[in-house]
């Protein structure tokens, strides 16, 4: 294929597996508009409240552990197409749910689903991109997720007064994005370096041909086939002291994304804007206009993160996200946090977060972990990256009430203090390197 031709089919291919980023940022969010109505619908206590929200993040911790694996053994597209399945079965499950019980069932069972698409759908896209655009193509998830995250406000804001019901078509309308997602999926190929793993070696040949247009040369197969064959890592390899510091740098990564506190703001944009004294209802829409720039400033990452880098990315999102924290939480202390000083700190920490850091996660977890720990090790990182999630988002209610906004935001900006040096001391530089550069350049570094 003309090179023009398999750049083009590259960017379809990596766009439809992106739209399991966009189930995901879907299924988190939608849960903000409905939780007044399911608390009077099924009669909950706060406890309960919490559970019905949370339980969707316990599904995903599941699906993220086992995602890595199950794909090794059925393939990346397969897992893939299952995923969709289960997206839209749950989304009409929890729609339709008469009873808690299934409501939750629909939600921890929508969760594997979700958990496990933040693993493959960038693992996917990472291993069918060329090195020179895999940080802009791999950013695409994140641009989906926010894009999952904004249209579900969207449709919270619109149905939020058609009724008791409105609810259930609220999450119901998570079903069509799923379905055009399973139907997509035909479309797209295996991931040829998972072939390579599974032995089929001339199916992977035709698809680096496709994908590489006429430069994938039986060299490139041949060093793509021995880093595959290394790819046989499993639990056991990640206590290899060879692979702690990926390994290390990876679960941090992860926690500092989340104690930072992005999903406090995504989950309890309306709650912070009440408690900064706005109504609800303009509290409703301000949060839909944090989602609109979550959204418009993931592209600033997508145009600029191959050119400058990862890292100069993640230091300037540190270095913001530390800053718009720390007005806030002086917000609160001296009172001046009202109106629309408070809804421009947030949109101020929301634009460094899209703009340098949501995105440049994903990208690093997709390409830095060496070949052979590769799956099981971002199958760790994610799984740390909900379980932190998870963790934040059951207790950020609690610490706000009892210990008021300026100290809980004064934290967060600590937190975030911590990011910038973890960044400079620890996160490596992956631009413009191969997966197999990458590898290499960790074992260069430990024999220092
Ligand atoms: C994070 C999510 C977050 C989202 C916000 C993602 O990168 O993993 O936890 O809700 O960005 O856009």
Redo the contacts with the bound molecule.
């Keep these: 294929m003309q090179p023009e031709k398999s750049n083009r089919y590259i960017y379809l291919i990596s766009f439809i597996a992106a739209l399991g980023g966009l189930m995901f940022?879907f299924d988190?969010?939608i849960i903000s508009g409905a939780v007044p109505f399911i608390k009077e619908y099924f009669q909950l206590d706060e406890l309960q409240l919490g559970w019905a929200v949370s339980s969707l993040l316990v599904g995903c911790i599941f699906g993220s552990v086992v995602a890595g694996k199950l794909s090794d053994r059925i393939g990346r597209k397969r897992l893939l197409i299952w995923i969709a399945l289960i997206f839209a079965v749950t989304s009409i499950v929890t729609a339709i749910a008469q009873s808690f019980p299934l409501f939750i069932f629909g939600r921890l069972i929508g969760g594997l689903a979700v958990g496990a698409a933040?693993v493959i759908s960038p693992l996917y896209i990472a291993e069918v991109a060329p090195h020179f655009i895999r940080g802009k193509l791999v950013s695409l998830n994140?641009l989906a997720?926010?894009i999952g995250?904004f249209v579900s406000y969207f449709i919270n804001y619109m149905l939020h007064d058609i009724g008791e019901d409105s609810w259930r078509w609220m999450f119901a309308s998570g079903a069509i994005p799923s379905v055009i997602f399973f139907g997509l999926l035909f479309l797209v190929p295996e991931s040829p370096r998972w072939l390579l793993y599974a032995g089929r070696k001339l199916e992977a040949l035709k698809i680096f041909k496709k994908i590489g247009g006429d430069n994938a040369s039986l060299d490139d197969i041949s060093s793509h086939e021995r880093t595959a064959k290394n790819e046989s890592g499993g639990l056991s390899d990640l206590v290899n002291p060879k692979y702690r510091k990926p390994l290390m740098v990876g679960i941090f990564l992860a926690v500092l994304?989340?104690i930072t506190g992005?999903?406090t703001v995504?989950d309890y944009a309306p709650i912070i804007l009440k408690s900064a004294g706005e109504t609800i209802d303009t509290a409703l829409f301000q949060t839909f206009i944090i989602g609109f720039i979550?959204f418009a400033f993931t592209f600033i990452a997508i145009f600029t993160i191959d050119r400058i880098g990862r890292k100069p990315l993640y230091i300037a999102g540190s270095i913001g996200m530390s800053l718009s924290l720390l007005l806030l939480s002086l917000g609160f202390f001296f009172d001046f946090v009202q109106g629309v000083y408070g809804l421009i700190l947030l949109l101020l920490f929301i634009g460094f977060?899209?703009a340098c850091?949501?995105?440049t996660?994903?990208v690093l977890l997709s390409e830095m972990f060496p070949g052979k720990i590769r799956g099981v090790a971002i199958s760790v990182a994610v799984f740390t990256?909900w379980l932190m999630?998870f963790l934040v988002v059951l207790f950020f209610p609690y610490v706000l009430q009892n210990f008021g906004g300026g100290v809980t935001f004064g934290i967060l900006s600590l937190m975030a203090a911590l990011m910038i040096v973890f960044t400079v001391l620890f996160i490596p530089e992956t631009k413009g390197k191969s997966l197999e550069e990458i590898d290499k350049q960790w074992l260069i570094d430990r024999a220092k």
Excluded: E
Aim: charged content about 0%; glycine content about 8%.
């Design positions: 940022g988190i969010a933040s994140q997720i926010t995250i994304i989340q992005i999903n995504i979550n977060f899209a850091i949501g995105p996660f994903w990256n999630n």
